[in-house]
């Protein structure tokens, strides 16, 4: 028994005996025209031709609503790190004849050990030479009853330096005193 299927043909909207229609005789086509044709207006936009728009890095930044709120909010962050980089002044750093000096130190067994680091711009003048370093005990009383250390180093003309010498002592709290000349430069400084 052969059974006998009847399709709707779709083009021409009749009823078709599909054991009479041959396998040469199906055409399969797809018109975009016609399909377009019924389509919308913003439908059929899209697939006029267009020229192709020239590639732009910003508008690829900024080209939807949470991409400029992202984009935006970088430019803040990193405005605001250079506004805190180069407009704040250097932490521990003090300038002393045309060197910026900072001073730490670490207690270690009944020893504080002090790091001294200067640093100077070649393109200013700055000072060369030799500086008397006094370290004090602790920084709030500094009469005789506190225990002083007195020593030399010699700043030279290289723009980076690194001095570490230990003393004898071992504070909560010391200064460090840099005298050139008649200048005098305090550093109170807390060992880790």
Known sequence: MIEIKKTVDVVENRLVDESKVSEKDLVFYYSRAR???KAP???RALYEN?????????RSLVD???KAFLFTAIIIMCLVILFMTYLMPDSGKTDVMGNLVEVSAMRYSGS???VLKKSAD????FYTGLVDVIVYSDSSDLRETARKTTMQIVWT???QEEFRFSVPFENSQILVSLQI???VANFTVNPE
């Open 181 to 183: 000349g008649a200048d």
């Open 122 to 125: 070649v393109k200013k003048s």
């Open 157 to 159: 003309d290289l723009p």
């Open 50 to 58: 267009q020229p192709p728009k020239r590639f732009n890095i910003f």
């Open 64 to 66: 939807s609503k949470p």
């Open 112 to 114: 504080t050990f002090i």
């Open 41 to 43: 207006p913003q439908v």
């Open 35 to 37: 399909r377009l044709a």
